[in-house]
């Protein structure tokens, strides 16, 4: 399982923690999601788990912009609309029409991942009782562990014609809604990756986290996602995993494992980056 294809990457020195971490059994992940789970689990979350020591098989059910009342429907009508990507030791497969069903029995699961469309995410409404509706229905067919994806507030310029409307409410918003939700579901394990993104905006790189009004940016915003879903899946600290894709440098890359080690260790709001306020020369 060690001699996996992975895309290029710069190398910082490994961590003792990280070898002595090592463990051989493969960590099975699936993601019930949208755009968002792609952005934070289709692009580097392999590459840090190798680099890490760890082995993952990564599994993403992605269905353009559908919130969790979308996915329960999907999961009652056993209807054939997802596009399913799985990355197996670092290689990709994509296919079309699929059913939640039939996914959750392709693998052994050991952690499934919901989260709310970003249109919905600052309404804490909306979230039940579809949430405990699909934790139920993997809960029944599988063995695995129900997490809860903490997504991110749109940028500033969002909410540029909405005065009563702000970034900084939209993700106190999201915060409050998966806490609450995940209380109610028996949910424990959260991925703060909405907290990172806010943690980072504090930085140098201020508002600048996204590729539209939407979507995280292609490099480091992807690669900041995929730091928070590594450290809150394996346990491990992400500062100093070696892997950092080519197309960011290495002090922006320990930006990125800063911000989503700040986030784990304090999820519910935002950590001031006061070390990274002057951005490299």
Known sequence: MMSFGCSPAHQQDATPSQEQDSAPSTLKVLAIGNSFSSDAVDYNLYDLFKSGGRSILIGNLNATGSSLEDHWNRAEGKKAEYTYIKIVEGKRTITEGNVLDDILSDEAWDIVTIQQASAKSADKSSYMPFAQNLKQFVTAKTHAEVAFHQTWAYPGSAFENEPDNSQELMYQRIVAAVEETARSCGISRIIPTGTAVQNARTSYL????????LHLELDYGRYLAACVWFETLSGNSVVG??????SITKELATLCQTAAHLACLKRDAVTP??????KPE
Do not use: C
């Open 206 to 213: 201020g508002d600048h986290l996204n590729r539209d009004g």
């Open 241 to 246: 995993n070696a892997y950092f894709p080519d």
């Open 273 to 278: 980056m006061t070390d990274f306020q002057n």
